[in-house]
């Protein structure tokens, strides 16, 4: 299929469906509250933004999800990296995973409540739970699967300190899968940035609780698409740098 | 004339009991090119290792006499798929081996100039790894090889995975730079023909464990090899050795 017709195909489907669900609310069948139809989306949007509400919860969860992004991939990516280098250390944390990989990140909300109050740094910590998991399988598995080959070109030609051989190869090496696992983290992070604030740490998830009391489910649906859209944008922007990273690459 | 490689006694194990081969006296000069043959299994990528300094000795010792030269390295190593890295340019791939060593910045370019044109490939230098063809990729692991100005070159099975014709042509590319350079070359190859053609001195490894069992000194003018009277009768000797040493093995199993 061309690119051109692609696009066009996917904007009709997206149009189709907008207009399916306007032409649904506007029916009559189901109630506006239910159900609210998208025209309406961008009168609240403007409120919303008037009020400044909007900037700041967006603000509010970009920062929990920023900064539990961050937290979350350094020590997913440096556990996933030294268990798959050091045996002593993938032993050693082995059982460790085993039990406590299944805990869902959301399990841990009451500890974060406990621990850190109703506060930035309890979403934070929630967030960053996901996006550990991720990144410490995904490089794990991308260190174990650099060519032994090239470990040893390098070892040929003078670089036989693991620094070395970290820079030299099995980084760049391993770069392919670690980038994959910080995009798939960048996913789960708005996963779960909204259920961290559904308990009433302010940002987006916790305006849409509060929206959905008032049965102002249109703020509800405008917080959602704002959320594809934080999403989609993060997205886009890390795709870019990925594939200027990963030139080499074809 | 100097030995720069010198083997006494060497064995390389594994498991720390079963030696890969035993026993083994390796002398190489400066300056002379030598092939080396044998049972697969009898470990000859496995004694580049050892020279090189990648697998330790089970016993005896390498001993590596070549001049200290902190713009140099004594040895490199060119492998049997030319083991690029992706990741690097080809400028980047061939100054591999001249990061971690006191080489200014013009130095590295003049390396890379030279090597690539020792290698026939000037215009490759911003080019990734898959631009390459297979022959190309390999004559890049040559220059990345070279542009260390090696004392000496480990050649593991280099052109193994090329094509008839590719082969031949990286071959008489080898004798070249070999000529030019003075460089002593130790070559690893499976393919008899090859070992008769660029060598001064074919050796041929076998037996269980194994050690070097027979040596061909090759003493047909290099112009007049291939496929001359003189080059088949000597390719049919180191055969015939080697399949010797082949039945050999087979009984033992």
């Known amino acids: 299929m061309k690119p051109t017709k692609r696009y066009l195909l996917s904007a009709v ?5 907008l207009l399916l669900w306007e032409a649904i609310a506007q029916s009559g069948l189901i109630e506006a509250h239910l159900l609210p139809p998208p025209s309406t989306l961008p009168a609240t949007f403007i409120s919303e933004v008037r009020l400044g509400i ?9 920062s929990h999800y920023t900064v539990g992004f961050l937290l979350g991939s350094l020590f997913g990516v440096t556990l996933g990296v030294s268990v798959a280098l050091y045996p002593r250390v993938e032993a050693s944390q082995a059982w460790l995973a085993r039990v406590f990989r299944p805990i869902p990140p959301l399990a841990w909300i009451p500890f974060a409540i406990i621990w850190f109050g109703i506060s930035e740094t309890a979403a934070a910590f929630i967030i960053s739970i996901g996006i550990f998991w991720i990144n410490y399988f995904t490089a794990m598995t991308a260190v174990q699967a650099v060519d032994k080959d090239l470990i040893e070109v390098a070892r040929a030609f003078g670089h036989r300190s693991m620094i070395a051989l970290l820079r030299k190869v099995i ?10 696992g910080l995009r798939a983290g960048l996913g789960q992070g708005w996963m779960t940035v909204v259920a961290a604030e559904l308990f009433g740490i302010p940002g987006i998830g916790q305006r849409m609780i509060e929206a959905s ?3 102002a489910s249109e703020v509800v649906v405008l917080y959602m698409f704002s959320i594809a859209l934080l999403y989609g944008v993060s997205d886009y922007i890390f795709v870019r740098i990925q594939s200027r990273l990963l030139e080499w690459q074809r | 004339m100097a030995t720069v490689i010198h083997t006494e006694d060497l064995a390389v194990s594994f498991d720390g009991v079963t030696p890969v081969f035993e ?12 092939t080396l043959v044998g049972v697969s299994g009898a470990g000859k990528s496995t004694l580049l290792r050892v020279i ?7 016993r005896g010792t390498v001993r590596i006499d070549t001049p200290d030269d902190p713009l140099r390295r004594a040895i490199a190593m060119v492998f049997q798929a030319a083991n690029l890295m992706p990741w690097r340019r080809v400028r980047e791939n061939i100054t591999l081996g001249l ?9 590295k370019a003049e390396r890379v100039r030279w090597t690539l044109e020792l290698v026939g490939l000037t215009d490759y230098a911003d080019r990734w790894p898959y631009q390459l063809s297979g022959g190309q990729r390999q004559r890049i692991g040559i220059a990345r090889g070279l542009a260390v100005d090696p004392d000496i070159l480990l050649m593991d099975e280099p052109f193994g995975a090329l094509d008839a014709i590719t082969r031949n042509a990286l071959q008489d590319e080898l004798l070249h730079i070999w000529e030019e350079t003075g460089k002593s070359i130790l070559f690893v190859t499976h393919d008899i023909e090859e070992a008769v053609y660029l060598g001064d001195r074919v050796l041929l490894l076998g ?6 069992i027979n040596e061909y000194h090759i003493g047909i003018d290099r112009a007049e090899r291939r496929e001359s009277e003189a080059f088949l009768h000597e390719v049919e000797k180191v055969r015939a050795g080697l399949k010797h040493a082949i039945d050999i093995a087979s009984n033992h199993n």
């Open chain 1, 171 to 180: 980084l760049p090496g391993a770069a392919p899968g670690i980038l994959s």
């Open chain 2, 23 to 34: 026993g083994l006296n390796l002398a190489i000069e400066k300056g002379e090119f030598v």
């Open chain 2, 207 to 212: 037996d269980e464990p194994a050690h070097i």
């Open chain 1, 13 to 17: 489907g997206l149009a189709g469906f």
């Open chain 2, 99 to 107: 990061e971690g060593i006191d080489v200014s910045d013009e130095l």
């Open chain 2, 52 to 58: 090189a300094d990648l697998i330790a000795p089970f």
């Open chain 1, 54 to 62: 909007w900037q700041e919860m967006v603000w509010a969860s970009l």
């Open chain 1, 213 to 215: 009391g008032l049965l």
